[in-house]
C-alpha cells in the first residue's frame, strides 16, 4: 500500500542518516585523539579502534532489525533504477557465497568468524601507532565480521537487505557487515601498496 511504501522510505531516510551520523562521529572522534596524541597523553589507541568495530556491529544490528520488523521474507521495495530493499536470508558467507552448500557452513562460518574476529582483535592491539590505515581497516572488518556472526549463532542465517541490481541482473543481496568487510579490505590492500612502496624507498 501507499502507506508502506511511505513508511519504507522514511525509515530507509532515517535509517541512512543513523548509520551515517555514527560513522562521521567515529571518524572525527579518532581524528580529533590522533590530532592531539602529541600533547595530551590519549586513551589506549586500540580503544579507537575498537570503538569503530563497535559503531559497524551496533549499525549492522540496527538496520538488519529495522528490516526484519518492516519487511517479511522475500518483500522489497523499489528505490531508485539499481537499488532495492529486500528481506533475503543468507545461510552462506558474504554475498551469497556459499549459501547453497547443505547446512554444515551454519557452524564452520561461525568457528571462522570468531577465529578471525580474536586474530584481528589481538592484531589491533599490537598495531604500530603509524599504521592508522591498516588499523582502520582491520577495524572495520572486525565490526562486519561480528555484525554476522551474531546473525549466524543467533539466527542460523544473515539477514541481507541491500538489492543493486542492472539491466535486470542482480548484485547478491548484502549488509552493512558485508559493506564494512569489503572496505576494509581495499584499505588494506591500499596500505600494503604504500607500505611496501615506503620500505623501498
Sequence with gaps: TQRQVNACAVGTSLMTWAVMSNIQKSAAAAL?????REKVAPMPRVLVWYAIALIVLIADQLTKAWIVGAFGYGESTFITAFFNLVRAHNYGAAFSFLSDAGGWQRYGLSILSA???????????????????????????????LGNLYD?????????????????????????ADAAISVGAVLLLIDAFFHRDGEGQ
Design 115 to 145: 577465529a578471525v574476529s580474536v586474530t584481528i582483535a589481538v592484531w589491533l592491539a599490537r598495531q604500530p601507532l603509524d599504521r592508522w590505515m591498516e588499523s582502520a581497516a582491520l577495524a572495520l572488518i572486525l565490526g562486519g565480521a
Design 152 to 176: 549466524r549463532v543467533a539466527l542460523g542465517y544473515v539477514v541481507d537487505f541491500l538489492d543493486f541490481h542492472w539491466s535486470g541482473r542482480h548484485f547478491p543481496a548484502f549488509n552493512v
Design 32 to 36: 580529533a585523539i590522533l590530532a592531539v
